[in-house]
């Protein structure tokens, strides 16, 4: 495992614990993965943000959801509407600019109803948009519903809306450059350089497509992060509500 050698280094040199989070998106496709990547997580104590696609819930997946969320690290929130596409020439947004923002409003609205009436209080107020992207316009209606955090990547500018807090993800594990997917040993390079910042790390993951070789990769980087004594593993929520001082 010579390809975490990095991340090790970057935190045995980090002088405070560096604050890190994992959000896994696309809850309602590929259960089968979801249940063996949350396993992972069950293993090492570890939380994960779960962001749900609220009308991909079924009854199955919402009952098996609960049973985990009840005594364990593991967090729920709102990942956009039905995650699908309504841009026909700009890149794909389900809540950007060719929207009017009633639609995106209802859109929001309808699936905060369907979240509750899945998990009721063990909703977190968190929404994230799918493919990390939404229109600014959409703040006053995630706050109208009671969301209190926007959660995307951290290349997204932020929307500075009072009363919405911004936690974004700053890592994707499937991130690429010209087409090209990183491989290990890059996203070993840029985890490391997240934690030399002063900045929460979020490593943004997606079950759905982690395969059981990617999911070992995964195991690894858990494993690691839950063992050193220079990480504080953390929630979304958890770093709104009460955010970690500049380091």
């Excluded at 609205?109 to 992207?133: H, K, Q, S, Y």
């Amino acid at each position: 495992m010579r390809w975490l050698d990095p991340i090790r280094a970057a935190l045995d040199a980090s002088p405070y614990p560096c604050p890190v989070f994992f959000r896994d998106d696309d809850a309602g496709w590929a259960d089968q993965r979801l249940f063996a990547l949350l396993d992972v997580f069950d293993r090492y104590g570890v939380a994960v943000d779960v962001a749900a696609i609220p009308t991909e819930l079924r009854p199955g997946l919402t009952a098996a959801l609960t049973d985990r969320l009840v005594g364990s690290p593991l967090r729920v929130h709102q990942h956009g509407y039905a995650h699908a596409n309504h841009e026909s020439t700009e890149r794909k947004h389900e809540f950007g600019p060719s929207r009017q923002v009633s639609a995106k409003a209802a859109d929001i609205a309808a699936g905060r109803v369907l979240m509750r009436e899945a998990f009721g209080e063990l909703c977190d107020p968190i929404f994230t948009p799918p493919w990390n992207r939404c229109t600014p316009d959409i703040a006053d209606a995630l706050i109208t519903q009671g969301f209190g955090v926007l959660s995307r990547d951290s290349s997204a500018p932020p929307v500075q809306r009072p009363g919405l807090a911004e936690v974004p993800v700053t890592v994707d594990w499937f991130g690429h450059r010209k087409g090209a997917r990183w491989t290990p040993d890059e996203l070993a390079a840029r985890i490391a350089a997240a934690v030399d910042a002063a900045e929460p790390l979020g490593l943004m993951l997606h079950h759905a497509v982690t395969d059981q070789a990617e999911l070992a990769r995964v195991e690894e980087v858990v494993a690691l992060l839950a063992r050193h004594p220079h990480v504080r593993a953390t929630s979304i929520v958890e770093l709104a509500m009460a955010p970690e001082p500049a380091r």
